[in-house]
């Protein structure tokens, strides 16, 4: 809902009240030489000065303006949102073998406020989650909390939750039942933890507020993305295509950022999907966009602990849904196959037939098995980038602050297309190939991309209607040309399995606009959506020539994929999952289009919104046990050390203890950590690593079930240029008893030399 809010008009009202005064003391004097000296001079201007007033209050207004639209009140903030780092299934590849058993990096939301310095109430929040997709239901408990601690200040309108979209994160806390089918339901300590730590991100971001100003400017990224679905791409008309050959072709390469001081921090743009950490990782982390914070946040502030530095980085998810970070290709991993080591075929992305053994391989495959290596790589080329456009030429952001936010239900959604006709979305529902996965993640089964046959696999066709409502013949031709395998819109036992319903939001500042999506838009829609709200910015008066327009999400709600028709004929995986059918895309350019004069400096009325989806937390289902117990081993403590640290090393080397764990289940230790590696410096023990570094990781293993026995493994592979000396590796846990309370121990390693 839009509010309309006065300018400021104490200056402007002050400016008049000296105009008239100067007025009265012109024409006093005037009267006064007339009558002294009794020389002629004509009152005949006098009348034309009064006239002048409207252009004096004018210039005044503007003057008012100038200043208070360049100058801005700015907040940022970063807190913990770290859920369970083992025994519970990670959100984005969607297996069920991706359990996860430990922690790389941990999880952050980054809090971006601007407001006006004339009118506080119009100000955005902008959330920058390490997270895999926004959601209605943990959207929806946060601005409960932000309510309930600053009233009207933090609404629906103008708070964005966007994800950069990882897939190596903490699963379970989305509010529909197809995406907690392999988190074994709703994880209520994952929800738990990104509610908490959004809300302390944006608390530290308003209490970091300041007056100051922004500026925004684009680069290039180099090697940082490639198009997954190259063969889907092609489908889109040659004239289009063209208009892009130097911006990446078919994917974009441009990061746009918005700086908010050298001092400050900044946000910035760019696609790439959050799959440089392969789905054989069982390690909490925050794949690329995460890393990059905290590459580009350690070299500003070097002797910061992660979560505890004031320059924030934002890296920020765009048109995302074609894109891979995985820049070499996709090729065949089939030892002892004729088709080992070759490309996978172009349209289905198979090997021999099947999916299973094609893989897209980032640019540092090799080195490891995980991904690691690449997701450094990747991360590298999005802080290069922001790097150039922070210390080149930017230009000033001006303007007033404005949000517009509905809700738009897209099943069944009626409207013109621009050639007249009526177009229509349809009740959610999955293709075939969305069940082949993607080149970052392969399916399973007989199932493969690019095909729209419903006979890729013959006993779905049997047992599909198991598992969803068989689809009608009206939403069969709905969705066609997709074969339907889960008609998930008319799926609603236990609960709904897929929204309806999603969020619509778009945020100005001053000339800068960002669309939050519900969902992933492939690069040509992620076009088409930019150009369209660009053009009615302009063309209805909102902004000139200088306006700016990034798309950002899944933000919001997650409705899955959005490609251009085109692409969806193709039926690779983004059109199979192209929920709302083919004029997806076509429905939220109409919608947000539509929406555009809601961001005028003078909004008027009210924008019209669809009924927002029920709330489904009630209702939710969690098959994940909870701690029953833990145990030390006969003759052991919590925290004993099992396998100890060498005594010396070198640069290069990873120093790995063991100790007696327990489940980190018991405690999150949100903006906390489970080890730190210390340095002894003038007699003291000073903390160097933690969990969030990504040269440490933590390891949990189950040795015991009935006996409830488990070990830490905590590792540190020292960074070129790590100082000499004497450290030590600490290790915190918390362990549940069978009957009482969880306590907290401390495990601490040997001592050990690193030499220069």
């Not at 941990?106 to 929040?125: K, M, P, S």
């Amino acid at each position: 809902m839009i509010r309309r809010h006065g300018s400021c008009p104490t200056i402007v009202i002050t400016v008049a009240l000296h105009v008239l005064s100067w007025l009265t003391w012109l024409n006093i004097t005037v009267l006064r030489i007339y009558t002294d000296s009794r020389r002629f001079l004509s009152l005949s201007h006098l009348p034309r000065m009064v006239r002048l007033l409207p252009s004096f209050l004018l210039l005044a207004a503007s003057v008012h303006n100038a200043v208070a639209q360049t100058q801005y009140l700015l907040g940022l903030g970063i807190a913990d949102i770290t859920g369970p780092v083992t025994e519970t299934n990670m959100m984005g590849y969607a297996s069920l073998g991706q359990t996860d058993s430990g922690l790389h990096q941990r999880q952050r939301a980054r809090a971006f406020i601007v407001g006006e310095t004339g009118n506080t109430a119009n100000r955005i929040v902008f959330i920058n989650a390490d997270i895999a997709m926004g959601d209605t239901g943990i959207r929806r408990a946060i601005l409960a909390k932000l309510a309930a601690k600053y009233g009207s200040l933090y609404t629906a309108q103008n708070f964005a939750l966007s994800s950069t979209h990882q897939h190596s994160g903490v699963g379970g806390y989305l509010e529909n039942l197809l995406p907690q089918l392999t988190a074994l339901g709703f994880v209520q300590a994952t929800y738990d933890a990104i509610v908490q730590g959004v809300v302390l991100a944006v608390d530290r971001a308003h209490a970091s507020l300041k007056t100051g100003t922004l500026s925004i400017g684009n680069g290039t990224v180099v090697g940082g993305n490639r198009n997954r679905s190259p063969t889907a791409y092609l489908a889109n008309p040659a004239s289009e295509r063209a208009l892009y050959t130097n911006q990446g072709d078919d994917q974009d390469t441009t990061m746009s950022l918005l700086n908010f001081g050298a001092d400050r921090g900044f946000l910035s743009f760019f696609a790439v999907h959050g799959t440089s950490i392969y789905e054989n990782n069982t390690l909490i982390s925050t794949d690329n966009k995460g890393m990059a914070a905290y590459l580009y946040e350690a070299s500003v502030e070097p002797n910061a602990m992660p979560g505890a530095n004031t320059f924030v980085a934002g890296f920020a998810q765009a048109n995302v849904g074609d894109t891979s970070p995985n820049t070499l290709g996709a090729f065949c991993e089939s030892p002892g196959q004729p088709f080992d080591g070759q490309p996978c075929q172009a349209n289905t992305s198979t090997c021999g037939g099947t999916v299973q053994q094609c893989h897209g391989r980032g640019p540092g495959f090799r080195l490891d098995p995980y991904g690691f290596h690449s997701n450094t790589m990747i991360a590298q080329t999005q802080v290069d980038a922001a790097k150039s456009i922070m210390g080149g030429k930017l230009s000033p952001v001006s303007g007033t602050v404005r949000s517009v936010h509905i809700y738009l239900k897209m099943a069944n959604h009626t409207f013109t297309l621009p050639n007249g006709t009526t177009a229509m979305t349809c009740p959610a529902a999955m293709g075939y190939s969305f069940a082949g996965g993607t080149t970052d993640g392969p399916g399973a089964f007989d199932f493969v991309q690019g095909d729209n046959s419903t006979s890729q696999n013959p006993l779905w066709e049997i047992v599909k209607g198991a598992v969803t409502p068989s689809p009608s013949a009206a939403q069969i031709a709905c969705h066609a040309p997709k074969p339907i395998l889960l008609n998930t819109g008319y799926a609603t036992f236990p609960y709904s399995w897929s929204p309806d319903t999603v969020d619509i939001q778009m945020l100005k500042v001053g000339n800068f606009v960002m669309a939050l999506i519900p969902g992933e838009l492939t690069t040509m829609a992620g076009r088409r959506l930019r150009n369209a709200i660009r053009a009615a910015l302009i063309s209805q008066g909102v902004i000139d020539n200088s306006a700016y327009v990034v798309v950002s999400g899944p933000a919001n709600t997650y409705g899955h994929y959005i490609t251009t028709r085109e692409e969806y004929a193709i039926q690779r995986y983004e059109g199979a999952s192209t929920l709302f059918g083919p004029y997806t895309l076509e429905a939220y350019i109409d919608k947000y289009t539509s929406l555009v004069p809601f961001l005028a400096d003078s909004p008027s009325g009210t924008p019209a919104s669809d009924a927002a989806p029920p709330a489904l937390q009630s209702s939710a289902i969690s098959l994940q046990t909870g701690v029953v117990f833990d145990a030390a081993p006969i003759g052991k403590s919590f925290g004993n050390v099992l396998v100890d640290a060498a005594k010396t090393y070198t640069a290069g080397q990873t120093v790995s203890v063991q100790f007696v764990g327990a489940t980190p289940r018991n405690n999150l230790r949100l903006e906390g950590t489970f080890l730190s590696v210390q340095q002894l410096a003038s007699g003291a023990w000073k903390a160097v690593r933690s969990d969030s570094h990504p040269s440490t990781t933590y390891q949990w293993v189950r040795v015991n079930t009935i006996l409830g026995t488990s070990t830490v493994t905590l590792n540190w592979t020292i960074e070129a240029g790590t100082p000499a000396g004497t450290y030590r590796i600490q290790y915190f846990g918390d362990s549940k008893p069978l009957i009482g309370s969880i306590s907290a121990f401390t495990g601490t390693s040997g001592n050990f030399t690193v030499s220069a």
